[in-house]
């Protein structure tokens, strides 16, 4: 089988870790191998996972100790977490992090914390969302509200941001609509209401959801920074009668020189994606979260997606989260999946060793070079 381990690894959609006080025990720690928020899933179910099962074997090896939580998490307590998460990444060979931080949790990790935690450099990427509801909250109108909006997005590539993303499909569904000022303007009054009085708040509303993306992609195209779209599965409150990604085609169609990197493999929605790849220049295709939570599936998705999409649009990352255990896990799955497909490309003759081994540095690392404008 062909074997990548010595072509690095630049993982460009993941997330910070949180403090390894939130998942040093059994319970905190199993709970992230599942993107399930209820907690039955967590306690009863996630032992029984595959991608469980074999992250506590593949652990107990790496760390010389019994094949249970317990051992695992005494074992690693022996490191420093910039130690550990070292020696992980090192195994693993990743070499550059794009890390989103909008998830917002009080113990994960800023920028500043990962940059000193990882043994790599780190970028950060800007989630619209995320941005739009801390404005909402510090803005008393519509009209400043907006204007803080764009004017951050269009400072971010000055400030070392290398992508916006966008959540959208988990708020309102990947059917962006026409830009309506006066829906945004409503839906900002109802949003503020329930700001003032609770001191947070969710942008779930279509109105202001879809206006926000549209000054996204018209920024975007000024500063030639790509955007990253959440589509397919994800966590519980994700419904995937909206996170199709061929509800984006007139996004697509309306700025073809935006570059528009669609999450997830769109999973279980990947044919459709290899699809838009496949016809539209400005579509990139990732194969995170499906790595490594579709597993032994992995190949099978990976050699359909390799069968129709260009091999240079292909993006490798492991939307890995909460803990370095997830990057090097996805890790070790991704490099498997994309092995068996590709050495199947070349034990049948579709491939030549050279042009298999190609695909895989473009696929784990050129072509995000390439996208992010990374030198």
């Avoid at 074997?3 to 630049?10: A, G, S, T, Y």
């Avoid at 370095?324 to 994309?338: N, S």
């Avoid at 050495?343 to 996208?371: H, S, V």
Wanted: hydrophobic share 45%; charged share 20%.
């Amino acid at each position: 089988m062909l074997n990548f381990d010595q072509i690095p690894i630049l993982d460009h959609h993941a997330h910070p870790f949180l403090r390894r006080a939130a998942t040093d025990d059994p319970a905190r720690f199993q709970r992230w191998f599942t993107e399930s928020t209820d907690p039955m899933i967590h306690q009863r179910y996630v032992p029984s996972l595959l991608v469980f099962r074999t992250a506590i074997r593949w652990l107990s090896e790496f760390l010389a100790c019994d094949p249970t939580v317990e051992a695992i998490l005494a074992a690693r307590a022996r490191f420093s977490e910039a130690e550990y998460t070292a020696r992980l990444f090192t195994d693993v060979n990743i070499g550059m992090v794009l890390c989103d931080y909008g998830y917002g949790s009080a113990d994960a990790y800023d920028h500043a914390g990962m940059q000193a935690l990882l043994p790599c450099p780190v970028h950060p990427i800007l989630r619209l969302e995320r941005l739009a509801e801390e404005m909402i909250i510090a803005e008393p109108t519509f009209e400043r509200m907006i204007e803080a909006f764009h004017a951050r997005i269009a400072a971010a590539r000055d400030q070392g941001v290398v992508a916006l993303k966008s959540i959208i499909a988990y708020r309102t569904g990947l059917q962006i609509e026409a830009p309506n000022r006066d829906a945004a303007r409503e839906d900002f009054a109802q949003l503020k209401e329930i700001a003032e009085q609770t001191g947070r708040v969710r942008l779930a509303r279509k109105g202001l959801c879809d206006y926000i993306v549209h000054l996204a992609l018209v920024e975007a195209e000024k500063q030639a920074l790509p955007i990253q779209f959440h589509t397919g599965f994800g966590d519980s409150d994700a419904d995937l009668r909206y996170a199709n990604p061929l509800h984006l085609r007139n996004v697509i169609e309306a700025h073809p020189t935006v570059q528009l990197v669609l999450l997830h493999a769109g999973w279980p929605f990947f044919r459709e994606l290899t699809h838009l790849t496949a016809i539209y220049p400005n579509v990139w295709m990732d194969l995170s979260l499906a790595v490594p939570f579709a597993t032994v599936g992995i190949p099978a998705m990976i050699r359909e997606i390799l069968g129709m999409a260009p091999f240079h649009k292909v993006l490798f990352a492991t939307d890995a989260f909460t803990m370095p255990e997830i990057y090097w896990i996805a890790a070790r799955w991704g490099r498997w999946g994309l092995s068996q497909a590709l050495t199947e490309f070349t034990e049948q003759g579709f491939l030549t060793k050279e042009e298999a081994m190609q695909a895989a540095q473009d696929i784990l690392w050129n072509n995000a070079q390439r996208l992010y404008q990374l030198g």
